[in-house]
C-alpha cells in the first residue's frame, strides 16, 4: 500500500479508537484504588523500550510527549500512536488472580513550523571582508491526547473473627490530558519549550459491605463518581552539543498544577434479602450529587542525560520525582509519599539511516533495552511502620524503519515499535499484594514533509 494511503488510513482507525478510551480499562491493579489511581508513565513506544526515559531526546525523527523541548530539532511532521496489552498474575496471602487487560494507549503529533537563519552581526573572513554572522532559529509545535492515570480493581476482603462479613470493592475509569506545547531552538543544539495540558476524567468506585447473620443478608452499597479537570503546565529544555562522533544531550523539564476542581455524586444505602429472596431496599443513608471540592495533584521535575555515537549506539539515564506528599483531594484521606523514578536504556544502531546507505534497501532494525526502578506514591502502615510499593521493570524493543525519499532527495523515516516489558509490583513478604506484568507494547510513527511546497529546477 502506499505510504499516502497508508498515513490517512492510519488516522481515520486512530480517531474512533481513542475517542473510546474513557471507556476502557487498561489495569486491574488493586493498587489503583487509591489517589488518582495507577499512573502511566505517558512515554511513547520507543522509549517504552528504553525504560521509560522521556527528557534527554533529540534528534530529526523523535521528540517525547514529557519534555516539550525535545521537539525544538525535529525535521518532519510525526504522528505517533500506540497500543498496548498485558496479561498477569496478581497473588495477595494465598489467593491468586489471572488478568488480561489491553487498549489504545496515546496520540501525538508534531511538526517544524518554523526553519530560518537570521542575522545576528558580522565578522570579517582572512582578508578582512565582512560577512554576516548567522544564527539558525527553528520552531516546532506538537499536540496529543494521553492517559495520566487508569483505574481498574476487583478484590474483597472477608473477616470472620470480629464480625462475619465481606467488602467486595470495583472500579474503573481514569484522568486523561489534551496537550499542546510549542518549543523554539536557537544556535542549533539549545532548546526551550512550554506545554498545557487540559486534564478530564472521571473515578468510579463501587463498595459492598456484606453482614452475614442468622436470617438475612444486610448490605450497605456505595455508589461514588468522581469527576477531575483542570489544567497541567510544563517548560523543558535540552541542549545537544557535538564532541567529536559524540553528541551529548542534556534535558529536563518542571511540571505543576493550576486550578484543578473535582465533583462527587455518591450514594450510600442498605438493603437485606431473606434466604432466596429478592433484595428489599430499605433506607438511603447518604445521596450527594455535584459535590465540588479542590484537588490539589503533585508537582514535580525529571532531568535525564543521552551520549550517543549517531548510527552506532544511544545510552540514556534519567530521574524524575513526583511530590506526592503534596497531593490531597476532598474525597480521600489517603497520605502519600513522592514518587521517584530512575530509568537506564541502550539502543543499538539509532538513527542509521539520515541517508541511502550503500549496498542496502532498507535501513537496519533499531534494538532497545532497559530498566526501569519505581518507589511509587501508594505507601501503607505495617507493623514496622510505613511500607513503600516498589515497581521493577525490564524492557526489550526493536524500531523497524520504513523508509521513503521524498522530492529533495531527502529520507523520511517511519518506524514500527515493538516493545516486551516485565513489570514487578509490591512484596508479598511485607503483606502486600504482588503483581507480575508481561506486556506487549505497540507504536508507530509516521514521518512526513507538511507545508512545504514542491521545488522544480
Known amino acids: 500500500m502506499p505510504f499516502e494511503r497508508f498515513r490517512h488510513l492510519s488516522l481515520l482507525l486512530i480517531l474512533p479508537a ?32 528504553l525504560g521509560g526515559i522521556s527528557q534527554a531526546v533529540s534528534g530529526a525523527y523523535r521528540y517525547s510527549p514529557l519534555n516539550p523541548a525535545s521537539m525544538g530539532g525535529i525535521r518532519y511532521a510525526l504522528v505517533e500512536f500506540g497500543f498496548q496489552g498485558t496479561t498477569g498474575r496478581i497473588e495477595a496471602g494465598d489467593k491468586k488472580r489471572d488478568v488480561t487487560t489491553g487498549g489504545f494507549s496515546y496520540l501525538g503529533v508534531a511538526m517544524p513550523t518554523m526553519n530560518r537563519r537570521l542575522i545576528v552581526g558580522q565578522r570579517k573572513d582572512s582578508v578582512g571582508n565582512p560577512i554576516p554572522r548567522l544564527m539558525r532559529l527553528q520552531m516546532a509545535t506538537q ?25 467486595f470493592h470495583n472500579g474503573g475509569g481514569g484522568i486523561n490530558r489534551a496537550y499542546f506545547g510549542h518549543a523554539i531552538q536557537v544556535a542549533g543544539n539549545l532548546s526551550l519549550g512550554y506545554q498545557a495540558s487540559y486534564l478530564f476524567g472521571q473515578l468510579r468506585d463501587f463498595s459492598l459491605f456484606d453482614l452475614r447473620d442468622t436470617g438475612y443478608f444486610v448490605r450497605f452499597e456505595d455508589q461514588r463518581n468522581i469527576d477531575i479537570q483542570g ?122 539511516a539520515p541517508r541511502k546507505m550503500r549496498n542496502r534497501n532498507r535501513a537496519p532494525i533499531e534494538w532497545r533495552f532497559g530498566y526501569r526502578s519505581v518507589q511509587t506514591q501508594n505507601q501503607f502502615i505495617g507493623t514496622g511502620g510505613p511500607l513503600a510499593v516498589r515497581e521493577t521493570a525490564y524492557t526489550l524493543g526493536a524500531g523497524i524503519p520504513v523508509s521513503r525519499r521524498y522530492f529533495d532527495n531527502s529520507i523520511i ?38 507545508f512545504d511546497r514542491n521545488k522544480y529546477n
Open 18 to 49: 481513542f475517542a473510546g478510551l474513557q471507556a476502557q480499562n487498561t489495569t486491574q491493579s488493586p493498587y489503583s484504588n487509591f489517589g488518582i489511581g495507577e499512573l502511566g508513565g505517558g512515554e511513547f513506544a520507543q522509549f517504552n523500550g
Open 143 to 167: 499536540f496529543g491526547l494521553a492517559p495520566v492515570s487508569a483505574v481498574g480493581f476487583n478484590y474483597s476482603l472477608s473477616d470472620t473473627v470480629n464480625l462475619n462479613h465481606t467488602v
Open 413 to 450: 523515516r517511519s518506524q514500527l515499535h515493538l516493545n516486551l516489558e516485565y513489570l514487578e509490583r509490591g512484596n508479598m513478604e511485607s503483606g502486600l499484594a504482588r503483581e507480575r506484568y508481561l506486556r506487549l507494547k505497540l507504536g508507530v510513527t509516521l514521518g512526513d514533509v507538511w
Open 231 to 352: 489544567w497541567q503546565h510544563r517548560v523543558g529544555f535540552s541542549w545537544s552539543p557535538m564532541t567529536g562522533k559524540w553528541r551529548h544531550t542534556l534535558g529536563g523539564s518542571l511540571t505543576w498544577h493550576g486550578n484543578t476542581t473535582g465533583s462527587q455524586s455518591r450514594l450510600v444505602r442498605t438493603y437485606s434479602s431473606g434466604f432466596g429472596g429478592f433484595p428489599t431496599y430499605r433506607d438511603t443513608v447518604l445521596f450527594t450529587q455535584s459535590q465540588k471540592g479542590a484537588v490539589n495533584l503533585p508537582d514535580g521535575f525529571a532531568a535525564g542525560y543521552t551520549i550517543e555515537r549517531p548510527g552506532v549506539l544511544r545510552l540514556s539515564g534519567e530521574y524524575r520525582q513526583e511530590n506526592w506528599e503534596q497531593f490531597s483531594a476532598f474525597y480521600t484521606g489517603n497520605r502519600f509519599a513522592n514518587r521517584e523514578t530512575v530509568a537506564f536504556g541502550l539502543s543499538l544502531r539509532p538513527d542509521a
